[in-house]
């Protein structure tokens, strides 16, 4: 779902500049310096246009109101709450991005690389958050919130909490069980060097992998691809190639598959939100994915490029804090207040404070945290590397 800005591209190097997911500004391999494209600032604004989507679908919608009466008969909570209805979708947008920039990101490095980047940029807020949550539980039980084992506690540090058969303490996080999968199945590829034919295999295999899952219904298969959400990542990835290699037929024909793909997968996730009595429907989603994609492609396009807020930066790195810490604890603030406090203010002071814990953690934990685990793990690769037995000649 994670959610996660750098400078322009370099060669690989251990330089913390081209750490993180955020390292949204690429020159194309063997391109010179004066082919360098603009920073992609955009992207930052659509992560965070993400994490605001499904913000709104946690913390706006009316079951969370309705035990109040005066909250129920609100019409301004009321038409809130209708607006936030496909807010679930925040997440798909997610995927596409995610595609789009771990491609971007990880091109020209080695796969030690692509683990310290993966690792000192999810971990560090996640500990965090987890942590927070874990005690506002303990502490506000009388929020809503049902005191977690200690063994969910420990169980959730570790992000692979659903495969140890171990429940989330937010529900936020099983998007990072999806991302991790990708990961994974990615960082085969970079283990081999990305390449523009490397990249379309791994995208056709990749798909192909995850449509066997789905008709299967292989467990491991399932687990390691999540069909449902594998074309969004391999929509985002073809998109990365078209911005960095302009379109072609080829590219078209993947990209169109693949949002095919994206439009069935919607079809699932509606049934599964209809299922569970949200008044939601296909014919309102498509065309809210549409847009998505229209505006997913106006920046491999570089339509977008004119966006050049600096500010921005910021704003796309509160977008994975922000995202860990709305719901579960978003929730417990609303129990807790929305008896006594008016609809407005309550949800006014609750995303305010959101954003500036999300700062803060951004500022204090994920930056001097995330810079130090860098420099510790390329010591530790370092040292791996110096322990390989050297080439000996043989003896004439």
């Keep these: 779902m994670s959610s996660s800005t750098a400078n322009r591209y370099s060669p690989p190097s251990n330089r913390e500049s081209a750490e993180t997911e955020e390292s949204v500004v690429r020159e194309a391999p063997g391109r010179s310096s004066q082919d360098r494209k603009p920073r992609l600032y955009v992207v930052d604004l659509l992560r965070f246009g993400a994490a605001g989507l499904v913000l709104s679908y946690h913390l706006f919608r009316l079951d969370i109101w309705n035990a109040v009466e005066s909250s129920a008969g609100n019409p301004w909570l009321q038409a809130l709450g209708k607006v936030s209805d496909y807010g679930w979708m925040g997440v798909e947008l997610f995927f596409m991005i995610s595609g789009f920039v771990i491609c971007m990101s990880s091109w020209g490095r080695c796969l030690g690389d692509f683990f310290i980047s993966r690792t000192t940029r999810l971990l560090p807020a996640y500990v965090f958050a987890v942590l927070l949550t874990a005690a506002l539980l303990f502490t506000f039980r009388d929020g809503g919130g049902n005191e977690p084992p200690l063994t969910t506690v420990l169980g959730n540090l570790t992000m692979i909490q659903g495969l140890l058969g171990i429940p989330l303490l937010d529900h936020s996080y099983w998007t990072l069980m999806v991302e991790l999968m990708f990961y994974l199945c990615f960082a085969v590829l970079v283990f081999f060097g990305l390449t523009y034919k490397r990249v379309l295999a791994f995208c056709i295999l990749y798909t192909a992998i995850s449509l066997i899952a789905q008709a299967s219904k292989e467990d491991f298969l399932i687990v390691l691809t999540r069909p449902d959400y594998t ?7 073809i998109l990365y190639l078209m911005y960095q290699f302009g379109s072609s037929l080829l590219l078209t024909g993947i990209l169109t598959g693949s949002g095919i793909l994206c439009a069935i997968s919607l079809s699932h ?35 977008l490029n004119w966006i050049q807020a600096p500010v921005l930066v910021t704003v796309g790195a509160l977008t994975y804090p922000l995202y860990l810490l709305h719901q579960t604890n978003g929730h417990i603030v609303i129990r807790l207040f929305r008896d006594d406090v008016p609809a407005w203010l309550l949800l006014t002071c609750l995303v305010s404070g959101l954003l500036v814990l999300s700062y803060g953690i951004h500022a204090l934990i994920e930056k001097p945290v995330g810079s130090a685990m860098r420099r510790s793990l390329r010591a530790n690769f370092a040292q791996i590397r110096a322990a390989e037995p050297k080439s000996v000649e043989s003896p004439r």
Excluded: Q, T, Y
């Design 231 to 237: 074309s969004f990542f391999v929509f985002g990835v």
């Design 269 to 303: 996730h509606v049934d599964e939100h209809i299922a569970v009595g949200e008044r939601v429907n296909f014919a309102m989603a498509l065309p809210i994915m549409c847009g998505f994609f229209v505006v997913m492609i106006a920046v491999a396009k570089g339509w």
